[in-house]
């Protein structure tokens, strides 16, 4: 069985050899009105619709749980087919929506501070998988509008390059869910090779995990360091090329008596010059068993202070659902979550 929520708008197309309009329905179905099967796509004969059920399904991951924050923030965990489980986040903004998806479960890239990383890695998600992430919410919380989508879940999307690629373009088409392009971001560690052609490939928005000025600091905290050097790294950036008052997001997790010094503060302005970029700084979130730990509140000011006095402007991220380990770096898809 081929599951639709797997195809994009192209090989739904090509179902359909002679009437290709079908295809656009049937995504439409699929996408736009995320119908949950075959049977509820009226404007299909009952007959295609039959013969199309023979090969073809609506499958969603199984919904495992949700956890409430205090703050208002949900951690959603679904169990996949094979019994992985991944989680998506939903976040309370004033009058909308922020929802953070996965794109692996699991990761390879064993960033220091991230609770992902212990799980190691798994497998990459499918193109159904990431997007149902997204589809099951809007569902089940009709009165939510959902408006941003971040790529800052389980997983490093640009090493899951293609499918990412392809959930974006489902996600902002005009017939399927209809999200803005401007309103995904994808966040990366630094897969230079995928950083390099992710706009032409999506136009969304990108943030990049820099976490450290050096490449000593850099190598401590992110192995994947080693592949790609701060130097090469900054380089690709430069040459990133957004249009024109779009920005790229620099994000810079604190963690105490490691990367949180003034020193540091100056250092990153100076390697991030000449670049369109604002900084997005995170206070690391502890988990259990990591022997970071959380910067001072006078230094993440005091970090703060140092780069406001830079052209880039910057702001702390505000922490949330850091009671169910579901704020950044927090999300390692517990499996003791039956039910
Ligand atoms: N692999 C991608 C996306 C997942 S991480 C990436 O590296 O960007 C999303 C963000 O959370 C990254 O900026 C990462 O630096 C940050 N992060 C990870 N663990 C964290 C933790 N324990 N506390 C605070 N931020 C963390």
């Known amino acids: ?9 192209q090989q739904m197309k090509a179902m359909f050899p002679d ?4 295809g656009s329905q049937v995504f439409s179905w699929v996408f736009g009105k995320a119908v949950p099967s075959i ?5 299909l ?81 499918e193109v159904s998988e990431i997007v149902s992430q997204v589809l099951h919410l809007q569902r089940a919380y009709p009165d939510r509008q959902i408006r941003n989508i971040v790529f800052m879940g389980m997983g490093e999307p640009l090493l899951n390059y293609g499918n990412v690629v392809k959930a974006i373009g489902i996600l902002t088409d005009p017939e399927g869910p209809q999200f803005s392009k401007r309103r995904i971001t994808v966040s990366t560690c630094g897969i230079v090779p ?12 990108l943030a990049v995990s820099l976490n450290a000025p050096t490449d000593e600091v850099r190598q401590r905290l992110m192995p994947v360091t080693k592949k790609y050097p701060l130097a090469v790294l900054m380089d690709a950036l430069r040459s990133f090329g957004l249009p024109n008052r779009r920005r790229v997001t620099i994000e810079y997790v604190l963690v105490r008596g490691v990367n949180d010094s003034i020193r540091d503060a100056r ?18 979130n502890p988990w259990p068993g ?6 001072d509140p006078g230094a993440v000011s005091a970090f ?27 999300l390692a898809g517990s499996t003791d979550s039956g039910g």
């Open 267 to 284: 250092e990153l302005i100076r390697i991030l010059h000449g670049l369109k970029v604002k900084v997005n700084l995170i206070p690391f």
């Open 45 to 125: 004969s009952k007959a295609l619709r039959e013969e199309l059920s023979k090969e073809y399904t609506i499958s969603y991951p199984e919904r495992l749980k949700v956890q409430v924050s205090n703050d208002g923030t949900e951690k959603h965990a679904y169990r996949l087919h094979d019994g992985l489980v991944i989680e998506s986040v939903l976040m309370p903004e004033k009058s909308h929506w922020s929802l953070c998806v996965s794109s692996q479960a699991g990761c390879a890239m064993g960033c220091a501070f991230c609770y992902t990383a212990t799980m190691g890695f798994h497998r990459n998600l």
């Open 194 to 205: 995928g950083l390099k052609t992710l706009h032409q490939d999506t136009e969304a928005a």
């Open 304 to 330: 703060e202070d140092v780069l406001k006095d830079s052209p880039y402007a910057v702001m702390v991220r505000k922490e949330k659902g850091r009671d169910i380990l579901a704020a950044c770096g927090q």
């Open 1 to 9: 069985m081929i599951n639709l929520l797997d195809l994009d708008k």
């Open 19 to 22: 009437r290709p309009y079908r």
């Open 290 to 295: 990591c022997a970071l730990e959380a910067p």
């Open 39 to 43: 049977g509820d796509m009226t404007n």
